[in-house]
């Protein structure tokens, strides 16, 4: 068992298949990550309406695609995905940056595309400063 209070993955071979199974204690796995990142994103930037004073306010129209792979997988391990186009994520949506005395704040409201039973959605998010 695995975490701070005995709860978490457990692992085991299993006879039949001689891979290591998952068994989960939690409702929600986390993800174990990888080693390969593929992202992209591409924006519409376009005025925002109803305001006069556009100096300190954009807004854009966005797509998003991206997931984690991992190359290094090992024949037993079952939760383990090389790089396959088809489990690219994708989601919309819009955002409003305000270049603000802290530095530029983004509020964003997106959909997912394509999200599978087991992803954790954000429709929600805010930004404070730019990511690169």
């Not at 991992?70 to 819009?94: P, W």
């Not at 305000?98 to 929600?124: C, H, M, Q, Y």
């Amino acid at each position: 068992m695995g975490g701070p209070d005995g709860r978490g993955y457990g692992y085991g071979i299993d006879a039949n298949t001689g891979k290591i199974p998952i068994q989960q204690f939690y409702n929600e796995p986390d993800p174990f990550g990888g080693n390969v990142l593929i992202e992209g994103s591409a924006e519409i930037l376009f005025p925002m309406p109803f305001i006069k004073d556009r100096s300190s306010l954009r807004s854009a129209l966005f797509l998003d695609v991206g997931n984690v792979f991992n190359t290094n997988c090992r024949e037993n391990q079952v939760n383990c995905f090389g790089i396959d186009a088809g489990e690219l994520r994708y989601s919309v949506g819009i955002g409003v940056t305000w270049l603000s005395g802290f530095g530029p704040l983004t509020f964003s409201l997106a959909k997912p595309l394509n999200a599978s039973a087991i992803d954790e959605r954000e429709v929600f998010q805010f930004t404070l400063g730019r990511g690169f």
